[in-house]
């Protein structure tokens, strides 16, 4: 008894000791986040007027040091730019250039000359312009559209000169072709250049890295700011309505935001897009299998489309997963439910564990964590699971499994606590499950071959492994029809988005492609 006590104590530390690890670093992220560590966080944009952004954020686009209605030098504390046009002011002007100063307007009549928009951004030495005489104030203008810059002693730049969009002419939305009324937008007028191939950003700020918002900003100083779409504000199904029969997507989010867009775009297949992706979640294990990385440290815009023009098409597998729920005890009849999965999809601990995240993420405190710190919670609520099984334990016992056409193959289940079917060689942030550590003769796993990869875990403990590189999974079978009889409660997921699942027959068949975008590398 004295034993059983004493390991009681040293576990009942250990959690302790985690426990205020954990919430120590939550109480720090909130006084960060209150005292303006984080600049991006929870700031709206807005339609008419400015968006002013403290000039200590990440920029895509120049901007004035001295305050443009006061002159003065501008502190960082004090000192603001609007995101969209580059127009500086301190905080006890900034008000006073909303109405003096026009931002960049997302639609202009298109029987109007469109000129350019001219911002003062500072002022350069003689030695820069020294074709002007001694003592000119040379001003340094920054037009917000075709990124050009023009030097001028003159104080307000007032120039009739169309503007043509230079440099992202052809993935910017010209306002001229942008058709609104009664405040929607309601369509797009294509451009007659063929290499017009307009981009746009969706980004969701709930994501695990909490860095969509400035995604947001330093996108919409080189776009046309209705490109740059804030998906928790208008979702994809809003935007599907004006959008150009052909363009380029950006998803700036984890695998559930990317899913979304995917989604939506294959409810409108006139429209022809090719999705590239900036890992802003916690796995991303997509973007991870499509060669975009596991996150996103150093943000730079310019960098950021120049690899979207450079990247090779790629087709992805999407697969249709039908739930079909069995008759209670009661004699209620849910009804059938369909999903759509690009990934993976599982029924046991693995989807257990990303319920425990997923509650946990919804909770007030979470809005200030970050990608490290859902890794950290991912851990624990693992070894949580590897002493509290959540129902998983036999799980073998309540599954049936076939495969093939027409269920034709049954599969013989060893003691396991997880089945999970692939599409991708990404699981679990970044696992290549169906490849690891085998050196048996393996098929190889494409992303776009029809087939998804059936593999198994046997418990929490193995997981931990498989992340670790010292184990393997358990091989079923590359197939491209799955059926699965579920008996009882089980956790399940697809894509990452979890749900408690009761007995069900669920269906896994393919439903077409999408079209990706994979970066360039020396090797492609």
């Not at 952004?53 to 502190?75: F, H």
């Not at 409810?267 to 802003?280: T, Y």
């Not at 403990?461 to 089980?490: D, K, M, N, W």
């Amino acid at each position: 008894m004295n034993t059983i006590a004493s390991i009681n104590h040293i576990n009942f530390n250990y959690y302790f000791l985690i426990g205020g690890l954990f919430l120590s670093y939550l109480v720090y992220r909130i006084f960060c986040s209150l005292s303006g560590d984080n600049l991006f966080i929870q700031t709206k944009y807005r339609v008419r007027g400015h968006t002013w952004r403290s000039i200590e954020c990440n920029k895509s686009i120049p901007y004035n040091i001295y305050c443009t209605v006061c002159g003065k030098l501008m502190l960082p504390v004090v000192g603001l730019f609007c995101e969209c046009c580059a127009v500086s002011a301190c905080k006890k002007c900034h008000r006073e250039l909303d109405k003096k100063f026009r931002c960049k307007q997302i639609t202009w009549p298109c029987e109007k000359p469109f000129c350019h928009l001219w911002v003062n951004v500072g002022s350069v030495s003689r030695s820069t312009a020294d074709h002007h005489e001694e003592g000119e104030n040379i001003k340094k203008y920054f037009c917000s559209w075709c990124q050009r810059t023009k030097l001028t002693q003159e104080n307000v730049l007032c120039d009739t000169e169309e503007c043509d969009f230079f440099k992202y002419r052809d993935i910017i939305i010209p306002p001229t072709s942008v058709r609104i009324e009664k405040g929607k937008i309601i369509s797009i007028k294509p451009q007659s250049d063929n290499d017009w191939e307009p981009l746009i950003i969706f980004a969701n700020r709930k994501s695990g890295s909490n860095r969509s918002d400035e995604v947001l900003s330093i996108f919409r100083g080189l776009l046309n700011p209705l490109q740059i779409i804030d998906i928790s504000l208008m979702g994809p199904e809003q935007v599907i309505r004006w959008l150009p029969d052909r363009c380029k997507i950006l998803v700036a989010g984890g695998d559930g935001t990317v899913a979304w867009v995917l989604n939506t775009l294959h409810s409108a297949p006139h429209i022809k897009a090719s999705v590239g992706i900036l890992p802003m979640g916690t796995g991303n294990d997509l973007a991870r299998a499509l060669g975009w990385g596991a996150g996103c440290s150093n943000l730079n815009a310019h960098s950021i489309i120049s690899s979207l023009k450079q990247a090779k098409l790629q087709i992805l597998d999407r697969w249709k997963i039908t739930i079909r729920p069995k008759r209670g005890r009661l004699g209620r009849l849910r009804p059938e439910r369909v999903l759509f999965a690009y990934n993976y999809a599982s029924v046991g601990v693995d989807a257990q564990v990303a319920l425990d995240f997923h509650r946990a993420r919804s909770q007030f405190l979470y809005r200030y964590a970050s990608r490290y710190l859902n890794y950290l919670a991912y851990a624990l609520l693992g070894v949580g699971r590897a002493l509290d099984d959540g129902g998983c334990g036999g799980l073998e016992r309540r599954l049936r499994v076939r495969v093939g056409p027409h269920a034709a193959r049954a599969l013989a289940l060893p003691p396991l606590q997880a089945l999970v079917v692939l599409n991708i060689p990404s699981w679990g942030a970044g696992v290549d499950l169906w490849s690891l550590g085998s050196e048996d003769d393996v098929g190889e796993q494409y992303v776009d071959d029809g087939k998804l990869e059936v593999v198994g875990v046997s418990s929490s403990f193995h997981i931990a492994r498989l992340q670790c590189g010292l184990a393997e999974p358990y091989r079923f079978t590359q197939t491209s029809h799955v059926q699965i009889e579920l008996e009882g409660s089980c956790a399940m997921q697809v894509d990452g988005e979890p749900w408690m699942q009761g007995s069900a027959t669920i269906f896994v068949e393919p439903a077409g492609q999408s079209t990706m975008l994979r970066p360039h590398t020396n090797n492609t």
